[in-house]
């Protein structure tokens, strides 16, 4: 637990030369989504949507049955779920392209019984209304495990076509059986045209209106708030997978390069946005909870640069880019107690996709920075523990941001603030006291158990697991 102290930070020559001392890490690289949810064995050699469905016995003449004059019934409702969950267990990298070329749905006048195919549509508009299913497939073609019952969200296009959408990926946090009012987005396949699922809802009348223009099945269905990083593309949906206090996970993985592709696009506000420090880093405040994805300006000094390479073609195409940067900055902060060490600086961890022409890179940089970026997670990694504590399990949380770029402020020589220049005779002087100042600090430390330097609170990699589902 982090805890305010009374007094007035203190800082030495001692700290912040032992500040620089760090160890490597980097966040490598993710690749596709968790394999035990969402890669199926048996997909078949083919790489387009018609030939993986009709492997499984999905495809258009397969699903006449859907398009029968009849009541929606338990046997069209088993196929639309198998229908579903194929399109769940089918490889991330090919479900991404899959619905990277989504053909637009026709402006308005098209009969929707046309649309009905083998190609995904794009669809924009607002969600009015997410409501339950009850499922009927058996153990053999149900939804995959670890993903959520199937739920029906209604749609309505510029054109005023009501659309339902048959998905498993609607945001958590819509309140089911209610109405609601939110932009959103769906490549989703058209399964039959004027009818579709009975809701949970649609007994009490809280599903709004009758039948739908047309069915589609999706994968997911992507919510896009009125944000400056929702107007940028970024699906606020794929942060129900994130969970602080912890290391980063493969499940984090889309959530996390998306958001690094849509801060090319995003907006940020004239004025900077700095919550206090301690609302960030304490546990107990939730912060990350209630604002993940809102913008966060943090002044600091950045002690380490590191380049990092992002191979997987998924990711890859998830982020827009084929590297970017991780920075440690250091901020300032009221004098904190952690784990009975006390610190007036905290690390915070910047994924960033680039850097200043110029600005220093490596493991020792010391630069004073400002990063406007985007709340990410707060980040957890276990403390190096030595001496009396060994044995000890102890963490430490820190805020991870993702942004576009950095500001960095050089301080040029002769500058004002900038050290002024020295006589060479006082050359070895200035290079031995940095020398007895640390090993002072050592000698003090190891008696009384003083602050440490950012060196001993730096994990020694942040790291998001690779997987092979994108593969």
Known sequence: MITRADRVPQRSLAFVV?????????????????????????VPATSTLPGYLAAFGLDRPERSLLEEPLAWDDAKQHLAERVLARLL???????????????PIAPDGADPASLVGDVLLRVGGRALQVASVAAVATDADALPSGVPDAVVVRVRDPAGRVIDVLTAGAPRGWPRGMPIDEPVTVAGLPLVAGTGPPSAAAATGERPGAAADLLLAARRVAWHPRTPLG????????????????????AEGDAFYTLLGATVRAALPATPVTPPITDLIDPARRWFTRQRGDVVTLPGVCRRVTRIEVDDPLRRRQAELDHYWELYVFVDTPLLQVHGELHDTYPVVCCVRELPPGM?????????????????????YPLPVTGKAAGVSRRLEVPLLVARGVAWRPV???????????PATLLPLLLVLPLLAVVGWWLWSQRHGSRTGPGRILPDRVRLPEDEAGS
């Open 360 to 380: 220093p890179t490596g493991q020792t940089v010391n630069e004073p920075v400002t990063v406007t970026g985007f709340a990410f997670k707060r980040y957890a």
């Open 231 to 250: 107007a940028a593309g970024m699906d606020y949906g794929l942060f129900d997978g994130v969970v602080d206090g912890q290391g980063l996970t493969a």
């Open 412 to 422: 040029a020589a002769g500058a004002p603030g900038a050290a002024p220049e020295r």
């Open 18 to 42: 032992a500040a620089t001392v760090v160890v490597a890490s980097g966040i490598p690289r993710a690749r596709g989504a968790d394999p035990d949810t969402a890669v199926d064995v048996g």
């Open 89 to 103: 267990l089918a490889p991330a990298e090919r479900a991404a392209e899959w619905e990277s070329a989504a053909a």
